[in-house]
């Protein structure tokens, strides 16, 4: 069994040539680098990608009615334009916080589109904790109030 691969592990793009042997061991060829090794051997047999996504947000309702019960005189928070950070954002970025394994990737995206994050949330804040039993978490890349 054979597969080609391009090497991501640095600006060389070597392109590899990997050739699995009768010993379960592989054969590399083609890297310029040690790295490029290791990583044809991770992508043969297990490969692994970062995730990125964005969940749903949800804004705090801040509309007011006037007195004869129109709607008017407020926006919701997500509508407003006084220039804070987030302020017309719907959708919150998201990312693993390492390389997902990539027969699990369509599941965890499944995860990520029916999260709803609650606003605000800072970078960093876990969203999902231990993804599908891996480990690895999911979380925000932007702070948004």
Not at 124 to 139: C, E, F, W
Request: aromatic letters at 4%; a positive charge; one cysteine or more.
């Amino acid at each position: 069994m054979s597969k080609d691969l391009v090497c991501i592990t640095c600006p060389l793009g070597c392109r590899l040539s990997v050739e699995l042997g009768a010993d379960g061991e592989i054969a590399v060829a083609g890297n310029r680098c040690p790295r490029g090794a290791v990583y044809a051997r991770e992508e043969f047999f297990s490969p692994k990608r970062v995730v990125t996504a964005s969940a749903r947000a949800a804004f705090a309702d801040i509309s007011t009615k006037a007195a004869d019960g129109s709607q008017d005189l407020g926006r919701s928070l997500g509508e407003r334009s006084s220039g804070a950070i987030g302020a017309s954002i719907r959708r919150v970025p998201v990312r693993s916080t390492a390389p997902f394994p990539k027969e699990l990737v369509a599941d965890l995206l499944r995860e990520i589109y029916a999260l709803t994050v609650g606003i605000p949330v800072k970078s960093g804040a876990i969203l999902i904790s231990n993804a599908l039993g891996t480990g690895i978490d999911v979380i925000a890349t932007r702070t948004v109030r």
